[in-house]
């Protein structure tokens, strides 16, 4: 993607300070190894021998590889990939647009020219989201549930399937909130991304279809959306048993382990290749054309979202080959990317390059996995428990989460509370408290939902996620607890209750189960909301007291 004439310069200070000290603005590029519109604007736009020379002389020009850097890709992202941002030396927006052809970059370039000219530094502005206030904190209640249950209603698709009246993504955590109360919306949306943005030929998902019939399709595949959209499946399968979904989930499976392996662990992403004419055809037609673009850059977030995954799906079905990545992947993130003494995560290591540490995308992710690993392995609560304890330490301010440090290059050291990832971060902590039997994670969770809760109207299905959250928070998700091993048939039961959120604690005979009972070997107990439930001695027994707990 570099082979243009442009003199690009890495993301980092050098690249501002240049610009401060020769005077003139820093044009960045974010783009993504999977992104077909990145290249095309390379070959058409800073290919033109004219406009490298002008971007050369008057702007500092910086590549930014989104994937790698999530925490400039949300500052500065207009909109979609190519995003081509005009910014002053302190990182403050000039303007900004996608895609540009040469006609309109030349535009561009005379404009924020004649403006810096103008105006200079005073020409910048910081965007509101970046301004530090704290997003208006409430109290739980009900009643974000029911609006965030009700916007599925509002925003579904009732002829097409799926949510909203233009391009349709998977959403993958919406489906599993819409799981458990609008099933049926779910389900038909499931059935529209198998149809539409599931690659029979290799297994994988697709990034997303343009148009609100699911037409159009970006057939750019990343580790991200198939992560996700696997565990959506496997828990579709949970609820309702139906073989379809398992196969998809099972395909998903494959694509991880084969297409997107590197040896190691899950690479970034495959690009759409030749688009079409590629997907279109089987997997002989495909064996004559020129193969994708692979990005085997081994993301920490991306790697903890797919260990969990796997593990969901091996949790439900036993598949030994799930089951078998998944430790591996666990292995990478150990031995590569996760200090498991410090809780420090290192967003990727390829070659000479590190990327940030202390995402919270990444540590997130990276918890939920551990606390995973610890219900379907029997081990890994520890690391789960350091990064969420460095997350909290390093993170964790004013109530709510900041997406990395408070520090670095251009707009980094701004502070920014996403809430799509205060509510991985937070449902995570739950789940570890559940798993821990500490109430500590518990309540720093509560105080991040609580901090999100003053707006809680004006969010829709794309953050249906926090209407779960805070389900989980008022009402609490069963914790089953079994004192066996991990492979005994009470806990491959209580992995196949009906209830996604739920926490599996295998070994409980260790430690005493709540409520002060003490577990005998080969019984599992059910605790919800302090209630624990009498022992179970079989899964049948098991799924008596788990209808008697939860009703």
Request: glycine residues 10%.
């Amino acid at each position: 993607m570099n082979e243009t004439h442009v003199e690009w310069r890495e993301w980092g200070s050098a690249a501002f300070r240049e610009a401060a000290e020769t005077d003139r603005p820093v044009l960045l590029a974010l783009t993504a190894t999977w992104c077909a519109d990145c290249h095309e604007m390379d070959a058409r736009t800073y290919g033109e021998p004219r406009i490298a020379a002008n971007v050369n002389e008057g702007f500092v020009p910086v590549r930014v590889d989104v994937d790698r850097h999530p925490r400039v890709r949300e500052r500065y992202n207009m909109g979609g990939f190519p995003s081509t941002v005009f910014v002053t030396p302190d990182g403050e927006l000039l303007t900004g647009a996608g895609y540009l052809g040469p006609d309109g970059m030349r535009q561009v370039l005379e404009s924020v020219r004649t403006m810096w000219a103008d105006k200079g530094d005073d020409a910048g502005r910081v965007p509101r989201a970046l301004a530090g206030d704290l997003p208006p904190s409430g109290e739980l209640t009900a009643a974000i549930e029911e609006h965030l249950a009700g916007q599925l209603e509002v925003q579904f698709d009732s002829e097409h399937a799926g949510w909203g009246d233009d391009a349709k993504f998977p959403l993958a955590r919406t489906i599993e909130f819409a799981l458990k109360r609008e099933r049926s919306q779910a389900r038909r949306t499931l059935d529209a991304v198998s149809t539409h943005l599931h690659d029979d030929v290799g297994g994988g998902f697709f990034r997303y279809a343009g148009t609100r019939a699911w037409e159009d399709v970006h057939h750019e595949q990343t580790i991200d959306v198939n992560a996700a959209t696997l565990r959506a499946f496997a828990n579709a399968y949970l609820y309702t048993g139906e073989p379809a979904y398992a196969e998809t989930a099972s395909d998903a499976v494959a694509f991880l382990t084969e297409d997107l392996w590197t040896g190691v662990g899950v690479g970034g992403s495959i690009g759409p290749g030749e688009g079409r004419a590629y997907y279109a055809s089987d997997a002989e037609g495909r064996a004559e054309m020129a193969d994708p673009r692979y990005d085997y850059t081994l993301l920490a977030g991306g790697n903890a979202l797919a260990a969990d995954a796997l593990l969901t799906y091996a949790a439900y079905t036993d598949d030994e080959r799930a089951r078998e990545y998944a430790e591996r992947i666990l292995d990478l993130l150990r031995d590569e990317l996760v200090d498991p003494e410090t809780g420090t995560v290192t967003r990727f290591r390829t070659g000479d390059a590190t990327g940030e540490v202390d995402v919270l995308e990444d540590a997130a992710r990276v918890v939920a996995a551990f606390v995973r690993a610890q219900g379907v392995l029997g081990e890994g609560i520890d690391v789960a428990r350091a990064v969420a304890d460095r997350a909290i330490d390093v993170l964790h301010a004013d109530g709510s989460f900041l997406d990395g440090p408070a520090n670095g290059p251009g707009l980094l050291d701004r502070p920014f509370r996403p809430l799509d990832t205060n509510v991985e971060m937070a449902d995570a902590l739950y789940s570890l408290s559940l798993a821990t039997g500490e109430e500590r994670y518990a309540a720093v969770a509560r105080e991040t939902a609580e901090s999100f809760a003053g707006a809680y109207e004006r969010y829709g299905v794309q953050i249906a996620s926090y209407g779960g959250l805070v389900a989980r928070l008022l009402h609490g998700s069963p914790a089953v607890h079994v004192a066996t091993p991990p492979g005994s048939d009470l806990h491959r039961a209580a992995w196949r209750v009906a209830d996604h959120e739920k926490v599996v604690v295998p070994n409980a005979h260790l430690a005493d189960a709540p409520g002060g009972r003490t577990l005998d070997r080969d019984t599992a107990v059910v605790a919800l909301h302090g209630e624990t439930s009498e022992p179970a001695r079989t899964p049948d027994e098991l799924l008596s007291r788990v209808a008697e707990t939860v009703e």
